[in-house]
């Protein structure tokens, strides 16, 4: 007998997030004799506590084909992560409650490191609460900080858009250094891992010489150091471009982002670690700059999206749906890449006892010698997942993106649940 | 006999400058019983002054077609305004020696009002001095602030940047509204008008129904009706975009990014309206905001440029060198809507005596009654310059632009110019 499927999209969204649901739903409408609907949960893991859910039979498959070129996340996401099993078992039986209630048998949760170890959970506790549901994980991060995957979806985009708009910037800028501008400066986002920030070394190549310093998280601020470098780029090139990473930190620890800035009132003001990092320069050479924070700009881009990016969210939707109806439980598909040149990839799996609570960082020789630049290994790494475009349609200028109906599936369980 | 032309690109860059240069260059080529050779000024005038000219006749055709493509100013721009014929006549002078030496009959000036100005008093100084040349402006700002044009190269893609990267952000916050992000500010450029921001409202129309409050330079800044209006989208819809002018002022006309923000060591710090504006939302209700500066990202866009607008910016080009050889001079070439549905354009011309020093703001009937959002007509005006996408070639995941080899012409004066 078909089961039901449950999928929810878990913390901050990406540009490729709906194609990994567009792989999901597409893939188990292919089912019908193993998943007889897809629920959604309204803004991710609330609507299964709540027992909020998105019946997406009432979509169109044009509606879902168009998730594919659809930025952030169709059904709402959230931040919301499920305490401990001890802390708050609650939780976790709620789920299981309302997965009996709708007679659901799958579970993709799609996210980054905490969802995954919340379907971990939900795969080791299904069983020992007598229905057993087949929990996969599908990847999500722009931060590209999941183990064992060779990337992750979400990343490859963030890093394109990230690469372009430093390349466009640095040619902006370049051109006018003579009387203007001469060191412009890029947040970008990343807190724990620099794997964004180093995207922005792509903007220079054998045919663009672009001058460009980037400040990790994982390597301590050493103003001198960075003033000096910063120096000698204008002296070279005339002008340079600087991406720091939203984690770029002082050796004590401190975020940049927080050096103390006080508005009118005296409230500590979050300014952001571009204008620290400019107005710093600014004060040490004197040099003119501009400063730009990208935010959710760069995870939202779905205009600029990775088509490398675009395929293995959708591939790794997909596969999700394929090892659950084959009767895989707690694992998480991975992107496996078999060659670098050219480059090529394939589907794997992680068990998610391995994926859960584990952070990968950017390996030390990824980063130059002298903490400011990626190195050859990095490039090889990185150029194949921004390869290809992926243009969404365009309607009188503007891209033509979905928003679904969303519609509610009738409640059966007459109980609430406080979050 | 055919003479050479000058031609210098002047202020901030945009996405499109280089597709008039390709306008310029490629007609120019097409007319050479004209026109023999195309020098531009490296760093815009500054290389008039100094006798620094570049040779295009050394790039290749396939080089000048891909400034069609490429941001930024191929040749280098400068903000250096020359100063009145009564304060610096010499520079003037000098100029006209420089086009003498170098057997100069076009001036091609692309830029912005001030370029204007400059463009006209040399038309008219070259005939008093005896060695007229036939200056012509080319239309070019992201401000599009120009008289008597419809509109202005440049802005067009910059209106198309922001209304896409203001959607796609608020469809990114739309799905974390319910435990995340409940407010996003983006701040865009444009210090006196208020075109940019409005090119925000766009982001919203019958098919995306997204709150979207613009605060434009035009319109003073009332926190108290900001704050209930930011209240109620977040009531009605869960979340809120603002699109906020670098323009944007208080009553007393200081700019709302200047609000006395200090840093550790109690300097002043110039943080961006963004920031105030997302804190002040904070400050009141509690929500939580996230913010971008979009900064250079916005006029160096190519890969997202509005082909309308780089249609538009290679036609002035062309017809900048066409007027000039039939014999015009002291006009700028200007782009004259002769239907809004179809959108249809051709190109016009108005004497730079008309031009110089007039600058076109919103027209108030533009903006909506309570002063945050934009009227259909601007909607109506707006919409064509958005039309069309023009992306760029791309080679390994990167858009591919052009960096001329800008080789130097001889210098055949022997005497040097101090700026």
Not at 129 to 139: N, S, Y
Request: glycine share 8%.
């Amino acid at each position: 007998m078909p089961k039901n499927a449950f999928y929810a999209q878990s913390g901050g969204v990406t540009a490729v997030i709906n194609a990994s649901a567009c792989g999901v739903i597409e893939t188990a409408r292919q089912h019908p004799n193993d998943i007889s609907n897809v629920y959604a949960g309204r803004n991710g893991i609330i609507g299964a506590l709540t027992e909020d859910l998105i019946d997406t039979s009432a979509e169109s498959d044009e509606a879902i084909a168009a998730l594919r070129y659809t930025p952030s996340g169709a059904f709402g996401s959230c931040r919301y992560k499920l305490k401990s099993l001890e802390e708050n078992r609650r939780e976790y039986e709620r789920l299981i409650e309302v997965f009996k209630a709708h007679d659901i048998g799958y579970f993709f949760y799609n996210g980054g490191g905490d969802s995954a170890d919340t379907c971990y959970k939900i795969s080791q506790l299904s069983e020992t609460m007598g229905f057993p549901v087949k929990a996969i994980h599908v990847p999500k991060t722009v931060d590209n900080d999941l183990p064992i995957t060779d990337n992750c979806p979400g990343f490859g985009s963030v890093a394109k858009y990230i690469a372009v708009s430093t390349r466009e910037a640095s040619y902006d800028v370049r051109s006018m250094a003579k009387t203007s501008t001469k060191v412009f400066v890029i947040e970008v986002m990343g807190r724990h891992a620099g794997w964004i920030a180093a995207a922005g070394g792509l903007a220079s190549d054998a045919e663009n010489d672009i001058p460009v310093l980037i400040l990790f998280p994982e390597i301590e601020f050493d103003k001198e150091q960075f003033l000096a470098k910063v120096k000698a780029k204008v002296e070279e090139y005339e002008y340079c471009s600087v991406v720091v990473s939203e984690g770029a930190k002082w050796p004590n620890g401190t975020f940049l982002a927080e050096q103390g800035t006080r508005d009118a009132f005296g409230h500590a003001q979050l300014g952001g670690a571009a204008p620290v990092v400019a107005n710093m320069v600014k004060e040490a050479m004197g040099y003119k700059f501009h400063w730009a924070v990208a935010d959710y700009l760069q995870r939202a881009a779905r205009h600029l999206a990775s088509k490398t990016d675009v395929d293995q969210a959708y591939a790794t939707g997909k596969a999700a749906v394929e090892y659950a109806i084959s009767g895989e439980n707690s694992i998480m598909p991975t992107i496996v890449r078999t060659s670098n040149d050219p480059y090529t990839w394939e589907i794997g799996k992680a068990p998610l006892s391995e994926v859960a609570n584990v952070e990968k960082f950017m390996p030390r020789e990824f980063i130059t010698e002298d903490g400011f630049g990626i190195t050859q290994a990095c490039r090889d790494y990185l150029v194949p997942l921004i390869q290809g475009e992926d243009f969404p349609p365009f309607d009188k200028g503007m891209p033509k993106y979905v928003t679904l109906m969303n519609e509610p599936v009738a409640k059966k369980l007459n109980i609430a649940f406080e979050l």
